[in-house]
Nanobody, 124 residues
């Protein structure tokens, strides 16, 4: 069983930055890919970014490419999401998730452990 805990959300003005963190419990963190998803009010959960187990390969949604950066520190069992140039449309609850495999994936069903989420609100 893996437990994930996100932190770092908050209220920021458009154009600002936030860094989200996701701390994982257990001894298997480095074996699996990790991902970030988000869910805005009234919408489904959407893929944001994913990183493979070594951190050497990443994949982003087109809507956040060149603004967001996903990284991981396997020694600290933590994955990060650096968000720059934030827009009001980035407002959502952000979730980190642990994948079943070790390669990058944007497919929701390929993630089996999820955190509780952290709210990000971007004001215009």
């Amino acid at each position: 069983q893996v437990q994930l805990a996100e932190s770092g959300g908050g209220l920021v003005q458009a154009g600002g930055s936030l860094r989200l963190s996701c701390a994982a419990s257990g001894c298997t963190f480095s074996r699996y890919a990790m991902g970030w998803f988000r869910q805005a009010p009234g919408k489904g959960r959407e893929f944001v970014a994913t990183i493979n187990r070594s951190g050497g390969n990443t994949l982003y949604a087109d809507s956040v490419k060149c603004r967001f950066t996903i990284t991981r520190d396997n020694a600290k069992n933590t994955v990060y999401l650096q968000m720059n140039s934030l827009k009001p449309e980035d407002t959502a609850v952000y979730y980190c998730a642990s994948a079943r495999g070790f390669i990058v994936t944007m497919i929701f069903e390929e993630y089996d452990y999820w955190g509780q989420g952290t709210q990000v609100t971007v004001s215009s």
